[in-house]
């Protein structure tokens, strides 16, 4: 592998990483707000992203390397509203797929076509992160009559992802 693909590989888990952070602060204020489906969805989210990290740290070990970990810094966790804690993470996600998409594009120039594949497989998955955020936002700030949002928690995690309810 050259040294531009595992940089660039790297980088990306490094985010992974970040965004697992972010998700279990905007759970863990959602807790906090006694938003408890939005808690269990956040948590399952921080989940699925360090898993991501571990797919491209395991995809360097294969490759006989050791990656690098990067230090990360702490994640937002002052949010306002649910609408602030949606909208951060439809920005996470959106810099998820930039990244994603730039770690592709040094792997095409490398011909690094083991990373390519990889790639494609978080691809993929973006459009799957973003469909979900694009819905969370227009879901929260369209619950603006009485009960709507308890409802909208209540509910959120089978809305999102079409999974069982929340408890």
Same mark, same amino acid.
């Given at each position: 592998?050259?040294?531009?693909?595992?940089?660039?590989?790297? $980088?990306?888990?490094?985010?992974?990483?970040?965004?697992?952070?972010?998700?279990?602060?905007?759970?863990? #204020?959602?807790?906090?707000?006694?938003?408890?489906?939005?808690?269990?969805?956040?948590?399952?989210?921080?989940? *699925?992203?360090?898993?991501?990290?571990? $797919?491209?740290?395991?995809?360097?070990? %294969?490759? *006989?390397?050791?990656? &690098?970990?990067?230090?990360?810094?702490?994640?937002?966790?002052?949010?306002?509203?649910?609408?602030?804690?949606?909208?951060?993470?439809?920005?996470? *996600?959106?810099? &998820?797929?930039?990244?994603?998409?730039?770690?592709?594009?040094?792997?095409?120039? +490398? $011909? %690094?076509?083991?990373?390519?594949?990889?790639?494609?497989?978080?691809?993929?998955?973006?459009?799957? *992160?973003?469909? #979900?955020? %694009?819905?969370?936002?227009?879901?929260?700030?369209?619950?603006?009559?009485? @009960?709507?949002?308890? &409802?909208? %928690?209540?509910?959120?995690?089978?809305?999102?992802?079409? @999974?069982?309810?929340? +408890?």
């Amino acid at each position: 592998m050259s040294p531009t693909v595992i940089t660039a590989l790297e $980088k990306q888990a490094a985010h992974e990483l970040y965004a697992a952070q972010a998700y279990l602060a905007m759970a863990y #204020w959602c807790d906090a707000h006694h938003y408890s489906g939005a808690t269990k969805f956040f948590h399952q989210q921080a989940g *699925e992203e360090q898993t991501h990290a571990r $797919k491209i740290y395991q995809h360097l070990v %294969d490759r *006989e390397g050791v990656p &690098n970990l990067a230090a990360l810094a702490a994640p937002p966790m002052a949010f306002k509203t649910l609408l602030d804690v949606a909208q951060a993470a439809y920005s996470l *996600e959106r810099a &998820n797929t930039a990244g994603i998409h730039a770690a592709y594009e040094v792997a095409v120039a +490398e $011909k %690094d076509y083991p990373a390519q594949v990889l790639l494609h497989w978080f691809i993929e998955e973006q459009v799957e *992160e973003e469909a #979900w955020s %694009d819905k969370l936002v227009a879901k929260v700030r369209e619950a603006t009559c009485a @009960g709507a949002l308890a &409802n909208l %928690d209540r509910h959120i995690v089978k809305e999102l992802t079409g @999974g069982g309810e929340a +408890e």
